[in-house]
């Protein structure tokens, strides 16, 4: 059984930064395509970023230039380093695991989720 654990979410000034980590349980999971979204209430959970198995990435627009995908197959964890945050970076940012066919950015292609971390930037 797959599980997916965020960490490093908290509250920060704008300007600041906030570096989120994702480890996965089980069968090398964080080797495969993974993603980060975010969502806030009333609206659709957003793709951020994703990387592949083979390490190519993908930034949705709003993040580009400020946010690092990266990930440590030897820890099996998936980070993404967030600087220059600005307050429309806030919300629950979910860790997402085992992209199967189909865009980065739906969520529905991917197989496993964390709970998620809530990220405040004011």
């Known amino acids: 059984h797959v599980q997916l654990v965020e960490s490093g979410g908290g509250s920060v000034q704008a300007g600041g930064s906030l570096r989120l980590s994702c480890t996965g349980s089980?069968?090398?999971?964080?080797?495969?395509?993974m993603g980060w979204f975010r969502q806030v209430p009333g609206r659709e959970r957003e793709g951020v970023a994703t990387?592949?198995?083979?390490?190519?990435?993908t930034y949705a627009d709003s993040v580009k230039g400020r946010f690092t995908i990266s990930r440590d197959g030897g820890k099996n964890t998936v980070y993404l380093q967030m600087n220059r945050l600005n307050p429309d970076d806030s919300g629950v940012y979910y860790c997402?695991?085992?992209?199967?066919?189909?865009?980065?950015?739906?969520?529905?292609?991917?197989?496993?989720w964390g709970r998620g971390t809530q990220v405040t930037v004011s």
């Open positions: 089980g069968d090398g999971i964080a080797v495969r395509d």
């Open positions: 997402a695991g085992d992209r199967r066919y189909g865009a980065w950015y739906q969520g529905s292609q991917y197989s496993y």
């Open positions: 990387i592949s198995g083979g390490g190519s990435i």
